[in-house]
Nanobody, 126 residues
Framework: QVQLVESGGGLVQAGGSLRLSCAAS????????MGWFRQAPGKEREFVAA????????YYADSEKGRFTISRDNAKNTVYLQMNSLKPEDTAAYYC???????????????????WGQGTQVTVSS
């Protein structure tokens, strides 16, 4: 069982930056693909970024490319999301999640993730 705890959310002005952290329990952290998702009120949960467990591949949603960076520290059982040039439309609850899926593109789908954090709120003011 993996438990995930996010932190680092808050209120920031447009153009600012935030760094989210997700600390994981358990000794098998490195075996999971780690993803970040977000959900705004009244909207579906959407993919933000993923760090594939093997090979170090990273994937981003098109709207986040060049602004967000996902990284992980397996020694600390932690995954990060550095968010720069934030926009009001980035306002949402952000969730980290762990997946053991291996199919092509499975990291994109929330249903492929086995474990979820409680979420951290990011609010970007204009």
């Amino acid at each position: 069982q993996v438990q995930l705890v996010e932190s680092g959310g808050g209120l920031v002005q447009a153009g600012g930056s935030l760094r989210l952290s997700c600390a994981a329990s358990g000794r098998t952290f490195s075996s999971y693909t780690m993803g970040w998702f977000r959900q705004a009120p009244g909207k579906e949960r959407e993919f933000v970024a993923a760090f594939i467990r093997s090979g170090g591949w990273r994937y981003y949603a098109d709207s986040e490319k060049g602004r967000f960076t996902i990284s992980r520290d397996n020694a600390k059982n932690t995954v990060y999301l550095q968010m720069n040039s934030l926009k009001p439309e980035d306002t949402a609850a952000y969730y980290c999640a762990a997946s053991s899926c291996s199919g092509s593109g499975c990291y994109l789908r929330p249903t492929e993730y086995d474990h979820w954090g409680q979420g951290t709120q990011v609010t970007v003011s204009s």
